[in-house]
């Protein structure tokens, strides 16, 4: 295993030096004759990127979509996919599954052969069933709810992001185990996402001897007050907080409970592990627990992805950036490697080739989930999030 695992990380870095290598010299697109005898350039391979480019989730899509135009802007400049140039379709779904869904709807007819989003699991559920229909390749960065792989109603869905249910599994063995708390209170926002989440941080607790739930309940995504929330979790006498849901919410949550002394562990997800959260919060944020992708910061391609972003942006990525970065290497890989556009053919390289990302050297199992790649716990600590050992 460990030889398996090297010969994947020198075939990274030998990959990595040969796209650059490629970019240095470039190349003019593959032509194709026409009936008149000329030479006629093929059609782009459209890839839509469809998520939260704008609203309070915005922080999460705009990195995702950055990530999909940087790879795109590297792989034209090394003659695109088999000689033909990529293009994206970009579209904003606000994480909102009515407009998802219109989203979803608006790319097909505009000729998508692969789609990467969408960002929040609940549109990304809503826009499925439409790509499904269309036999539309999907992959999401971000989308973590675990129906949507384990169910098998979406055979044309996969992620390049752990599942909710190891991501509960997480965040219940830290609390039970490492904060020694016994008595906890889980909330959620009540949608895909955040309640999904909670429902599995719930039955692990309940089923271990350690926990108890002295709380369980859903709150009004975009309330000004939570202070009645807040009267509960003091009431219900919770040792520590676990939430479901993305960081707007949190926010309030956390400053309403310190501003009550309420100095219980706060414990939440990757809805909430963005610097964003941070931002809102402020001082409040410090000492907050959150779940997000293992940190492959390291991972040489992660460091040339970011960098590239630098570059480009002028700032660091946001959250998911490197997810996304791997999703748009695997569909390119997919396409290249199949020398195809069609459906089965992308679901068959998707499933069955090795690629080198960011998170590593990876290919998707049958239900659509990454090989290899999982969640670590992170704490606030002088206003940034710190990867917990």
């Known amino acids: 295993m460990r030889n398996r695992v090297s010969r994947r990380a020198g075939h990274a870095v030998i990959i990595i030096m040969t796209i650059f290598g490629m970019m240095l010299t470039g190349c003019s697109q593959k032509e194709a004759p026409s009936n008149a005898g000329e030479k006629q350039t093929q059609p782009p391979i459209k890839i839509a990127v469809v998520g939260s480019h704008s609203g309070d989730l915005a922080s999460y899509g705009i990195p995702s979509a950055r990530a999909a135009q940087l790879v795109v802007d590297q ?40 789609v990467l989003g969408h960002i929040c699991s609940g549109a990304t559920k809503a826009a499925l069933g439409i790509y499904k229909e269309s036999r539309l390749v999907t992959i999401s960065p971000s989308a973590t709810n675990p129906a949507l792989t384990q ?12 599942s909710d249910d190891a991501q509960a599994r997480l965040e219940v063995d830290f609390v039970l185990g490492h904060l020694k708390a016994q008595k906890i ?17 719930k039955g692990f607790i309940e089923a271990d001897p350690r926990g108890e739930v002295v709380l369980y309940e859903g709150i009004t995504p975009g309330a000004v007050d939570y202070s009645a929330v807040v009267n509960k979790i003091h009431q219900s006498g919770a040792q520590a907080v676990i939430y479901g849901g993305y960081h707007p919410e949190a926010s309030k949550i956390v400053a309403q409970m310190r501003k009550k002394a309420m100095a219980i562990p706060f414990v939440s997800d990757d809805g909430v592990k963005d610097d964003t959260f941070i931002k809102v919060a402020g001082e409040f944020a410090e000492g907050v627990y959150a779940t997000g992708p293992v940190d492959t910061t390291h991972n040489p391609i992660a460091i040339e992805a970011v960098k590239a972003h630098k570059a480009k942006y002028g700032e660091d990525p946001g959250a998911f950036f490197l997810n996304a970065y791997a999703a748009t290497l695997a569909l390119v890989n997919a396409f290249e490697k199949s020398c195809a556009t069609d459906y089965d053919a992308l679901v068959k390289a998707l ?39």
């Open 185 to 201: 209170a889980v909330l959620h926002d009540k949608g895909d996402y955040g309640k999904g989440l909670a429902e599995f941080a």
């Open 151 to 162: 169910s098998g109603d979406y055979p044309n869905f996969f992620r390049t992001i752990a």
């Open 75 to 114: 792989r034209n400049a090394a003659c695109g996919i088999n000689g033909r140039r990529i293009e994206l379709l970009v579209e904003d779904d606000v994480c909102k599954p009515e407009i998802a869904a219109n989203s979803a709807t608006k790319v097909v007819g505009e000729g998508a052969q692969a």
């Open 351 to 389: 499933r069955t080739e090795w690629v080198a990302t960011p998170l590593g050297i990876i290919r998707f199992d049958e239900r659509g989930d990454a090989i290899g790649v999982g969640f670590a716990m992170y704490q606030v600590q002088n206003g940034k999030y710190v990867e917990i050992k």
